[in-house]
């Protein structure tokens, strides 16, 4: 019993959004190029799971607004949204793999994020992020392709490593700053890195990976969330200690949220078939998430 992740698609940086960053609904138009080049509607799916960090709104959801544009593709299936920060591409990719297992089904995956629109040009962090979009369709397959392992932390007192003011909080922050909030909004509501939390966060990356692999061994590749490149370039030092081929894009991709991941992941496909690939985020919320699993 397992699962095959199969055709991957991705799309970042200036390519994602064509010019309509600041545009209405972009992280609904990014998941909408990647469903248009993932969606088979020769397979019936039981699932959509959706993850984004910064929805165009709160409430219709990303998944409702998906399956509602492609209702007549997919047919009749479950949604699920996943707004979990960085991780949250990790925790759709484990998930479907487990429900696909379990109901031995297809399962959709989208991460969405349009981090760059969600962060304020004057911020420091503004070119550190980037809109991205990754998407994938996890399978029930016999053999030895598989989820192995997975594992969660949340780390005390870093849960404000990332935030996004935007939420039912909002009108203090709006109260607060009223005469400046209308020219710059997303200074305020929008998207911010706490730099001395992050590296603070990534400190803990090591323990986390030893701790993983006592149940699974070293994993043939390493994916971790491309954080910024001064971070990656540092821990990719780190980790060259350990018998694992390291992977940096950081350079390459940015942050893309939590599609970063799998735009890695994309990136390697014609070269992850019979490794073993750890995937592993972290970020809002002081969350660590990993998955590993047998391509």
């Known amino acids: 019993m397992g699962v095959r992740i199969t055709s991957m698609f991705s799309i970042f940086g200036q390519a994602a959004l064509n010019d309509v960053t600041f545009k209405k609904n972009s992280v609904f138009h990014l998941a909408d190029q990647a469903m248009q080049q993932v969606l088979n509607e020769k397979i019936k799916y039981s699932h959509l799971l959706a993850a984004t960090s910064c929805p165009d709104a709160i409430a219709p959801s990303l998944g409702q607004c998906i399956n509602q544009h492609y209702n007549n593709q997919l047919g009749e299936l479950h949604t699920i949204d996943i707004v979990q920060g960085c991780a949250g591409g990790v925790s759709a990719l484990i998930l479907a793999s487990q429900l696909c297992e379990w109901n031995k089904s297809n399962v959709l995956v989208i991460a969405s994020d349009a981090a760059k629109k969600a962060t304020s040009p004057s911020s420091e962090v503004y070119e550190v992020f980037k809109n991205g979009v990754f998407a994938c369709c996890v399978s029930y397959a016999e053999g030895e392709q598989q989820l192995i392992h997975h594992q969660s ?143």
């Open 153 to 295: 932390r949340q780390f005390k007192d870093l849960h404000t490593v990332v935030t996004i003011g935007l939420g039912h909080d909002a009108d203090e922050i709006i109260a607060t700053n009223i005469e400046s909030i209308v020219s710059d909004s997303r200074k305020y509501l929008g998207l911010r890195l706490n730099n001395y939390l992050a590296v603070k966060l990534m400190k803990e990356a090591e323990g986390f990976y030893l701790s993983f692999i006592e149940k699974t061994g070293h994993p043939d590749i390493l994916i971790l969330h491309q954080v910024n490149e001064h971070i990656i370039n540092h821990l990719q030092q780190v980790f060259a200690k350990y018998p694992v081929r390291f992977i940096n894009m950081a350079k390459e991709t940015g942050n893309c949220g939590c599609a970063t991941t799998g735009i890695v992941l994309d990136h390697l496909k014609n070269e992850i078939q019979n490794k073993k690939v750890m995937i592993c985020s972290f970020g809002t919320g002081g969350v660590i998430t990993a998955g590993l699993w047998q391509f």
